[in-house]
């Protein structure tokens, strides 16, 4: 079996890693957009359900890897206190970006703006335990898929573009069922994330910026 996973083709672990990471997200994403129901609020519940599932998948796509030759140190997993503040500094560039956009959108579209607000509310107050479980593990599972894996893997076969952007798109694509929030949030975001990745080969600040931004969404939820 090992030998069989180390001889398959880049294309091959390329779809597989994409698929089994975001594959059920999309298709997820896809049934929220069009069925016309509302997405379920969050809830501790939710965020745990996501926590068990992405620790599981994570898991498993990490350990194929490994037999792939996939190691930390190739996807630019390190953590330093310089790349801790980078990651805090994208993240709050990535946030005046959104703040610019909606502040543009809502004279033009006080409904469309009062939608982007809203999208992921929570249903109630969540536990702080919850959102900083939800926090960790999110970021950790999502830029090791979508911004590290994606990029480093498409860089030495594409160019820098392409990479950005299929990272980007693939990012878009399982949070479509946020609507025009996802639009406005998701795009400039996984734009920064992926283009400082692709120019640095650095991962933590990627995460790190992904950690606060959550922190920054769900916190306002929290029963402190």
Not at 163 to 177: E, P
Request: hydrophobic share 55%.
């Amino acid at each position: 079996m090992r030998q069989f996973l180390q001889k398959l083709p880049l294309p091959v672990e390329f779809l597989l890693v994409v698929l089994g990471a975001f594959g059920l997200l999309i298709l997820v994403s896809l049934l929220q957009m069009f069925r016309p129901i509302a997405p379920t609020a969050i809830s501790d519940d939710g965020l745990n359900s996501v926590v068990r599932y992405e620790v599981i998948v994570l898991a498993v796509l990490a350990t194929f890897l490994h037999l792939r030759g996939w190691t930390l140190e190739r996807l630019g997993i390190r953590i330093t206190l310089r790349d801790t503040l980078i990651g805090l500094a994208l993240v709050l560039v990535a946030e005046l970006i959104g703040m610019g956009a909606l502040a543009l959108i809502e004279p033009m579209s006080p409904p469309l703006a009062a939608m982007i607000e809203n999208a992921g509310a929570a249903s109630g107050t969540l536990g702080i335990l919850s959102v900083l479980t939800f926090s960790i593990v999110n970021p950790i599972f999502e830029e090791t898929f979508v911004c590290g894996y994606i990029v480093a893997a498409l860089r030495g076969h594409s160019e820098p573009w392409t990479a950005i952007n299929t990272s980007v798109a693939i990012r878009l694509l399982y949070h479509l069922y946020q609507g025009p929030a996802a639009a406005i949030g998701i795009v400039p975001f996984g734009l920064i994330l992926a283009y400082w990745y692709a120019r640095s080969g650095r991962l933590w600040p990627a995460i790190t910026a992904h950690a606060a931004a959550n922190l920054l969404d769900l916190g306002r939820f929290v029963a402190w």
